[in-house]
C-alpha cells in the first residue's frame, strides 16, 4: 500500500493498481466510458482525463492508464481537466442521438412531446430504451456537458446525416441497435477477455467502423452463447436484453442465486411493478463472480406468466377443474388418506425436485414421515446417490471439501462431462480463464464436441458409456479404451502423468439419464483418476457437478429412500404392479426427466391418488388428482445448496399470483393435515428447524457471509483407490447420449411449450458423418431413431465433433421425448443399442 | 463442430500452409479471395480455425479493408482508380457515369443479375493514362486497364458490360467514335 493524494486527500492504495479504479472506490465520480474494472485499459475514449500533478509530457492523464504510485497527487476536478472532458465527450457525442444529454429540460419532457429545442421527440434519450439507466447519460451528467458550447448550434451533425444502421433483432435474448454505439469496445473486451467466446468484434472503418457479430451476419449465426457479460459492461442502448427491454429499469435489486444447475451463481434482480424486469450478475458467490450464462439472465422470462398455475386445480373426470387452494387440499389430503386407510402408508410414495430449495424439500421429508412411508427419492435420485457411494468409498465422505475457487488454480484439470460448457457454463468460462490467464492443461473425456475443446491440451473422445474405461485408464496409464484416438490418448496421459501433484483436479458432471450403474462407474473411476493425480487430498480435488441446482442440498434433507424404502425406478415398478397407489410429486416432471418415459406414463396412468405440487401445470400434472399451484422459484424464499456445498440465499423478487402459495406452506400444510401437527409453515421457521435437524448453517450465518458458508463439508478425507469398475460392453448400434443443453430451461420444457429450445440450435440427433452414411442419412433428413420399441421423430445433423457410435441428443428435446428410448433407471451396461430408420420422403 | 464438407476442405486447403501467430491472416484472406473470389462466412471460419482464432476477429480485419468482399464477385468487376491523377482528370464524373449506367448508388456495388460490379481502385502509377478502369475478371484472374476515358466512352462500356458483353467486346466498345 502507498499513498496518494485524491483531491486534497489521503487515499491508501496498492501500487500499480490502475488509478481510475482507485478513484470510484473512493466515491469520487469519474467518467470512463471505455474501462472495464479488472481489465487491461483500451484507452479509447479519452473521458477518463484526470490532472496528475507533475505528470509527462502532460499533467492530463488517462486515469484508466495510469498506475498509481507513491506520492502521487491526482485532481480529477480542474477547470482544465473538466473542460477537457467535455470536449472529449462532445465528439463522443457528435454521432449520438444525444440533444437530450445537454438539455435541462429533459425531465420534463415525454416522447410525442414538443421538445424545446426543435419538434416532436420522436428519439434521443426520451425515447430509448436505456433512457435513466445509461452510463453515457450519467457520464454527460459527471462532466456537466449541458455547460458546453454546443458545437452542433448551426452545423450538421454526423448522426443525422446518415441513416440508422440496421437493428438484430433476430434473437430471444440480445437485441443489437448500432445507432447509439460509441464504439468503446467494451464488449469486444467482455466477450474476448472475460468469456473467451469471441463473437463481437469492430469491423469496417473510419466512419463506418461498427460492432459486428461473428462472421458479419446475425447474432444467432455467431458464437454468441447469449451470456449477456456484453450487456452488462455497454454503456448505452446498443446491447440490451430483448425481453423486457423497455420496462427494465429497476426501482429495487434483490439478490438471489441461478437456480438452473449447480454452479448456483448468485444474480440479482432489479424489481419493477413486483415483478423481477432484469438480471445481473451478482458478485457474492466467489466462484462466479461477474458472470452468469444465459440460463440464469433470462430464466426468470422462460415461461409466460399466463402459463404459471394461479388456481388450484381438482380431477372432475377427464379434466383438470380450477379450484380453491382449500378444496385442492382436502381433495389431495382425502385421496392420500383414502390409500392410507385401504392399502397402508407403504402404498403411497414420495419424489422430490432437485430445483426445490433445502426449505421445501426438508417439509417434503416430513410429510413422507407424516404419511409414514419410507418411499421416498427424485427422478434422479439413483444416479447421485450412486456417485456418493462412490465418493464415500473413495474418500470416506461424500461431502469432500473440494470447492470450485480451487478450480481456478489447477493446473491440470481432467473433465469428465458430456458437455460442460452447456451444462454448467459458468466452470467452462474459469477453465477457459485459467487455460489463458495461466497455461492450465485441460483434458476433456466427453462422446461429443464442446466449446470448450479449443482450449483442451487434450480431449479423449469416447463412445457413450466408456467414459469409466478411459478415466480408469487416465489413472492407471493404461492403453487406449476402444475407440479412442491413439495420439489423442497419448497427449492425455502425457498431461496427467506430468499434471500429477498439488495442482491437479478432476471434474465429474454426471448426467441425469446416464443410469445408476454408468454414473457410478464414471465417478469411481475418476475417483481413481483424482487419487492418482492427487495422492492423500484427492478429496479437495474432486468435484462433483449435479446437473440440477438442489441436489446435493435436498439429498441433505433426506430426500432419498428410508429404511425399507424404494427409490425411483422400484416405485415406478411398483406403481405398474399396482403396489404403490398414491404419488406426491413436489415441483418434479418425471415425464421430461426421467429415463423410461412408458413405463412411468402407465405407471401414473394407474394411480389412485397423484398430488402434484407444482408451478407449472407440466405433462405429469395432467394425471393429477389435485395439482397445487405454488410460486415459481424467482417468486420463493430459500435456500439451495450448490456443487461448493455453498448455502445460497434464493430470495423471492415476486408476490405469489393469484391463489399460489409458497411451497413451504404447501407443504406444511398437507404435512399438518396428515398428522405432522408441527410442520413449520414459513420459510424461516422452516429453517430453523432444518438447521436443527441437519446442521445445516443458521439463516443468521447463511446472510452474515452471502455465499460463503458452506454446509456439512467434511474436515478429513481418505484416498483409496477401487477396483477398476467392469467395462461396459460394446454393440453394433448407436448408444445414445443425452445431457442438459444450454438454451432450454426445465420449466419450459417441463410444460412442453412450443418455444422449449429458444434458439432451436440443438434440436437434432447429431450422428458422426460415418454413421450416418453407414444409415444413408444426411443433414436435415428426418428420422426414426429407434431401440426397436419405441421411437422418436428427429431430424439429423452430422457433426464430426460426435463420437462413432454415438447419438447425441439435447435432453430436453421435445419435452424428453426422448426419456422413451432409455430404460427405466437409466441407460446402463445392457441398454439396447439405437438404430436410425430413415423416413421415406412424404 | 462444422461439418468437414468438400467445399470446407477445398478452402482449407487454400490456407494449409499458414499457421497461427505468424502474421499469416492477410495472406490466408488473400489466398481464398484469389481462387474463390470473396470471404464467405464459411472461409472466414475456416481461417480461424487454421490461425487459432475467432471467425469474428477474422472478419474484423477483413472489413477494414475495402478489397475483401463477403459475397460472391460479379462476373466483370471495373476497378475504379480513385488516384490523384485519375481525379484531377474527372475520375469522379466517370465514376458517377459508371454507376448511373449500371444503376449503382456507391463503390462497391454489382448489378443485381450479377454481371458487372463497381470496386475501389488505388493508383498503380499508370498515371498517364488517366482517368482509368480497370477491368477484371476474377474467375479468370484476367485484367484489363482501360485509359483515357471521358463519360461517353465510359457509359458505352459500362452498357456493354450491363447487357453481358466480354471484357473486349466492353473495350472495343470504348474505341467507337
Ligand atoms: S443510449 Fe443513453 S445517451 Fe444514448 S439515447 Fe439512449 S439513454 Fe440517451
Ligand atoms: S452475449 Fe456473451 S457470448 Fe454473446 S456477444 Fe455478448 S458477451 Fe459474447
Ligand atoms: S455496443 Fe455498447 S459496449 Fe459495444 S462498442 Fe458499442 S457502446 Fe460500446
Ligand atoms: S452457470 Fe449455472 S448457476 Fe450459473 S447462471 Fe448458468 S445455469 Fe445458472
Ligand atoms: S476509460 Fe480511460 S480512456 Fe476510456
Ligand atoms: S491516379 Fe489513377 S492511375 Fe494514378
Known amino acids: 500500500m502507498v499513498q496518494i493524494t485524491l483531491n486534497g486527500q489521503t487515499v491508501e492504495a496498492s501500487a500499480g493498481r490502475r488509478l481510475v479504479e482507485v478513484i470510484k472506490e473512493q466515491g469520487v465520480a469519474i467518467t470512463n466510458l471505455c474501462y472495464i474494472d479488472g481489465l487491461d485499459p483500451y484507452a479509447g475514449c479519452r473521458t477518463c482525463i484526470v490532472d496528475v500533478v507533475g505528470a509527462r509530457p502532460t499533467p492530463l492523464q488517462l486515469a484508466c492508464v495510469t498506475q498509481v504510485a507513491d506520492g502521487m497527487v491526482v485532481n480529477t476536478e480542474t477547470a482544465e481537466v473538466k473542460r477537457t472532458r467535455q470536449s472529449v465527450m462532445s465528439l463522443i457525442l457528435a454521432n449520438h442521438p444525444d440533444r437530450c444529454l445537454t438539455c435541462h429540460r429533459r425531465v420534463h419532457c415525454m416522447p410525442g412531446d414538443i421538445c424545446l429545442r426543435d419538434d416532436v421527440v420522436t428519439h434521443r434519450c426520451l425515447t430509448c430504451s436505456k433512457n435513466y439507466r445509461c452510463e453515457l447519460q450519467t457520464s454527460c451528467e459527471i462532466v456537466d456537458q449541458g455547460d458546453f458550447e454546443e458545437p452542433w448550434v448551426g452545423e450538421p451533425r454526423s448522426y443525422y446525416e446518415t441513416p440508422p444502421p440496421e437493428?438484430?433483432?433476430g434473437n430471444p435474448f440480445l437485441e443489437y441497435d448500432p445507432q447509439m454505439c460509441i464504439l468503446c469496445t467494451r464488449c469486444v473486451r467482455a466477450c474476448d477477455d472475460l468469456r473467451h467466446t469471441g463473437a463481437v468484434t469492430l469491423s469496417g472503418k473510419g466512419h463506418r467502423t461498427m460492432i459486428a457479430f461473428g462472421t458479419g451476419g446475425s447474432i444467432h449465426e455467431s458464437d454468441c452463447n447469449f451470456c449477456g457479460a456484453c450487456i452488462d459492461v455497454c454503456p448505452t442502448a446498443t446491447l440490451m436484453e430483448k425481453p423486457n427491454k423497455w420496462v427494465g429499469r429497476a426501482d429495487d435489486w434483490t439478490n438471489s442465486a441461478c437456480n438452473s444447475c449447480a454452479v448456483g451463481c448468485t444474480i440479482s434482480y432489479g424489481v419493477a411493478d413486483d415483478r423481477p424486469v432484469i438480471v445481473r450478475p451478482d458478485r457474492l458467490n466467489p466462484f462466479s463472480r461477474d458472470q452468469i450464462c444465459v440460463r440464469g439472465r433470462f430464466g426468470y422470462?422462460?415461461?409466460?406468466?399466463?402459463?404459471?398455475?394461479?388456481?388450484?386445480?381438482?380431477?372432475?373426470?377427464?379434466?383438470?377443474?380450477?379450484?380453491?387452494?382449500d378444496q385442492a387440499l382436502t381433495t389431495a389430503v382425502d385421496a392420500?388418506?383414502?390409500?392410507?386407510?385401504?392399502?397402508?402408508?407403504?402404498?403411497?410414495?414420495?419424489?422430490?425436485?432437485?430445483?426445490?430449495?433445502?426449505?421445501?424439500?426438508?417439509?417434503?421429508?416430513?410429510?413422507?414421515?407424516?404419511i409414514g412411508t419410507p418411499h421416498v427419492d427424485f427422478s434422479h435420485g439413483m444416479?447421485?446417490?450412486?456417485?456418493?457411494?462412490?465418493?464415500?468409498?473413495?474418500?470416506?465422505?461424500?461431502?469432500?471439501?473440494?470447492?470450485?475457487?480451487?478450480?481456478?488454480?489447477?493446473?491440470?484439470?481432467?473433465?469428465?462431462?458430456?458437455?460442460?460448457?452447456?451444462?454448467?457454463?459458468?466452470?467452462?468460462?474459469?477453465?477457459?480463464?485459467?487455460?489463458?490467464?495461466?497455461?492450465?492443461?485441460?483434458?476433456?473425456?466427453?462422446?461429443?464436441?464442446?466449446?470448450?475443446?479449443?482450449?483442451?491440451?487434450?480431449?479423449v473422445r469416447v463412445a457413450p458409456g466408456q467414459e469409466a474405461a478411459a478415466l480408469q485408464g487416465l489413472a492407471d496409464g493404461g492403453s487406449a479404451p476402444a475407440g479412442v484416438d491413439a495420439a489423442a490418448w497419448a497427449r492425455a496421459l502425457n498431461v496427467v502423468s506430468r499434471g500429477k501433484g498439488a495442482s491437479a483436479a478432476v471434474v465429474y458432471a454426471p448426467n441425469g439419464a446416464d443410469g445408476a450403474a454408468r454414473a457410478g462407474a464414471a465417478a469411481t473411476a475418476a475417483a481413481n483418476l483424482a487419487i492418482a493425480l492427487r495422492g492423500a487430498e484427492a478429496g479437495s480435488a474432486f468435484h462433483y457437478l449435479p446437473t440440477d441446482a438442489n441436489v446435493l442440498g435436498i439429498a441433505d434433507m433426506g430426500i432419498a429412500p428410508g429404511a425399507g424404502g424404494k427409490s425411483f425406478p422400484e416405485i415406478i415398478e411398483a406403481a405398474q404392479r399396482g403396489e404403490v397407489k398414491a404419488l406426491v410429486i413436489h415441483a418434479d416432471n418425471p415425464l421430461l426427466n426421467a429415463p423410461g418415459r412408458t413405463a412411468i406414463e402407465a405407471a401414473l396412468q394407474g394411480l389412485q391418488a397423484l398430488v402434484v405440487i407444482d408451478s407449472l401445470r407440466s405433462t405429469t400434472a395432467e394425471y393429477a388428482t389435485a395439482v397445487l399451484a405454488a410460486a415459481p422459484f424467482f417468486a420463493t424464499d430459500g435456500t439451495i445448496t450448490n456443487a461448493d456445498r455453498r448455502v445460497l440465499h434464493q430470495r423471492s423478487a415476486q408476490r405469489a399470483r393469484g391463489q399460489q402459495s409458497?411451497?413451504?406452506?404447501?407443504?406444511?400444510?398437507?404435512?399438518?393435515?396428515?398428522?405432522?401437527?408441527?410442520?413449520?409453515?414459513?420459510?424461516?421457521?422452516?429453517?430453523?428447524?432444518?438447521?436443527?435437524?441437519?446442521?445445516?448453517?443458521?439463516?443468521?450465518?447463511?446472510?452474515?457471509?452471502?455465499?460463503?458458508?458452506?454446509?456439512?463439508?467434511?474436515?478429513?478425507?481418505?484416498?483409496?483407490?477401487?477396483?477398476?469398475?467392469?467395462?461396459?460392453?460394446?454393440?453394433?448400434?448407436?448408444?445414445?447420449?443425452?445431457?442438459?443443453?444450454?438454451?432450454?430451461?426445465?420449466?419450459?420444457?417441463?410444460?412442453?411449450?412450443?418455444?422449449?429450445?429458444?434458439?432451436?440450435?440443438?434440436?437434432?440427433?447429431?450422428l458422426n458423418p460415418r454413421d450416418a452414411e453407414a444409415a444413408g442419412v444426411r443433414t436435415g433428413d428426418v428420422v426414426d431413431l429407434t431401440d426397436g420399441i419405441a421411437s422418436v421423430r428427429i431430424a439429423v445433423k452430422l457433426d464430426d465433433g460426435v463420437a462413432a457410435g454415438t447419438a447425441y441428443v439435447p435432453h430436453y428435446y421435445d419435452g424428453g421425448a426422448l426419456m422413451a428410448l432409455l430404460p427405466l433407471g437409466g441407460a446402463g451396461a445392457s441398454t439396447a443399442a439405437l438404430r436410425v430408420r430413415a423416413l421415406q420422403p412424404a | 463442430m462444422p461439418l468437414e464438407t468438400e467445399a470446407r476442405a477445398q478452402i482449407r486447403a487454400l490456407v494449409a500452409e499458414f499457421r497461427p501467430e505468424h502474421g499469416d491472416l492477410l495472406a490466408a484472406m488473400h489466398s481464398v479471395q484469389h481462387h474463390l473470389g470473396y470471404l464467405s462466412s464459411e472461409a472466414m471460419e475456416v481461417i480461424a480455425e487454421q490461425l487459432g482464432l475467432f471467425p469474428a476477429e477474422v472478419y474484423g480485419?477483413?472489413?477494414?479493408?475495402?478489397?475483401?468482399?463477403?459475397?460472391?464477385?460479379?462476373?466483370?468487376?471495373?476497378?475504379?482508380?480513385?488516384?490523384?491523377?485519375?481525379?484531377?482528370?474527372?475520375?469522379?464524373?466517370?465514376?458517377?457515369?459508371?454507376?448511373?449506367?449500371?444503376?449503382?448508388?456507391?463503390?462497391?456495388?454489382?448489378?443485381?443479375?450479377?454481371?458487372?460490379?463497381?470496386?475501389?481502385?488505388?493508383?498503380?502509377?499508370?498515371?498517364?493514362?488517366?482517368?482509368?478502369?480497370?477491368?477484371?475478371?476474377?474467375?479468370?484472374?484476367?485484367?484489363?486497364?482501360?485509359?483515357?476515358?471521358?463519360?461517353?466512352?465510359?457509359?458505352?462500356?459500362?452498357?456493354?458490360?450491363?447487357?453481358?458483353?466480354?471484357?473486349?467486346?466492353?473495350?472495343?466498345?470504348?474505341?467507337?467514335?
Open chain 1, 662 to 766: 409458497d411451497g413451504v406452506a404447501i407443504l406444511a400444510a398437507l404435512a399438518n393435515r396428515l398428522g405432522d401437527r408441527e410442520a413449520p409453515s414459513g420459510f424461516t421457521e422452516a429453517h430453523e428447524a432444518l438447521a436443527a435437524a441437519t446442521g445445516y448453517p443458521t439463516m443468521a450465518q447463511v446472510d452474515g457471509a452471502p455465499a460463503q458458508v458452506r454446509a456439512l463439508v467434511a474436515t478429513s478425507t481418505t484416498a483409496k483407490p477401487q477396483p477398476a469398475p467392469a467395462p461396459t460392453p460394446a454393440h453394433s448400434g448407436l448408444t445414445l447420449a443425452t445431457g442438459r443443453s444450454l438454451y432450454t430451461s426445465w420449466d419450459a420444457a417441463s410444460i412442453h411449450s412450443d418455444d422449449a429450445d429458444k434458439l432451436h440450435r440443438e434440436e437434432a440427433v447429431w
Open chain 1, 336 to 370: 392420500l388418506t383414502a390409500v392410507k386407510s385401504a392399502h397402508g402408508a407403504d402404498a403411497i410414495a414420495v419424489l422430490g425436485s432437485p430445483l426445490a430449495t433445502n426449505e421445501e424439500a426438508y417439509l417434503l421429508a416430513r410429510l413422507a414421515r407424516a
Open chain 1, 167 to 169: 437493428p438484430d433483432r
Open chain 1, 383 to 459: 444416479v447421485h446417490r450412486a456417485v456418493a457411494d462412490a465418493m464415500r468409498a473413495a474418500f470416506s465422505t461424500d461431502r469432500v471439501p473440494a470447492t470450485l475457487t480451487d478450480l481456478e488454480q489447477a493446473q491440470t484439470v481432467v473433465v469428465a462431462a458430456l458437455d460442460v460448457e452447456d451444462s454448467h457454463q459458468v466452470v467452462s468460462v474459469r477453465l477457459k480463464d485459467a487455460v489463458i490467464k495461466r497455461k492450465a492443461q485441460v483434458v476433456i473425456v466427453s462422446p461429443k464436441w464442446t466449446a470448450l475443446d479449443r482450449w483442451a491440451a487434450a480431449i
Open chain 2, 61 to 177: 480485419a477483413a472489413s477494414f479493408y475495402e478489397e475483401f468482399r463477403f459475397t460472391p464477385p460479379a462476373q466483370t468487376n471495373i476497378r475504379w482508380c480513385s488516384g490523384p491523377a485519375c481525379r484531377l482528370k474527372n475520375g469522379g464524373g466517370i465514376r458517377d457515369a459508371i454507376l448511373a449506367t449500371l444503376g449503382l448508388h456507391d463503390i462497391p456495388g454489382d448489378t443485381e443479375d450479377g454481371r458487372a460490379g463497381v470496386i475501389l481502385g488505388q493508383c498503380n502509377g499508370a498515371c498517364e493514362l488517366a482517368p482509368m478502369v480497370w477491368l477484371e475478371q476474377p474467375s479468370t484472374h484476367r485484367i484489363e486497364f482501360v485509359g483515357n476515358l471521358n463519360a461517353a466512352r465510359a457509359v458505352r462500356m459500362a452498357r456493354a458490360l450491363r447487357d453481358g458483353a466480354t471484357i473486349e467486346a466492353s473495350i472495343e466498345e470504348t474505341k467507337r467514335a
Open chain 1, 301 to 325: 422470462v422462460a415461461v409466460a406468466e399466463r402459463e404459471r398455475l394461479t388456481r388450484s386445480l381438482v380431477r372432475a373426470g377427464q379434466r383438470l377443474l380450477p379450484a380453491t387452494f
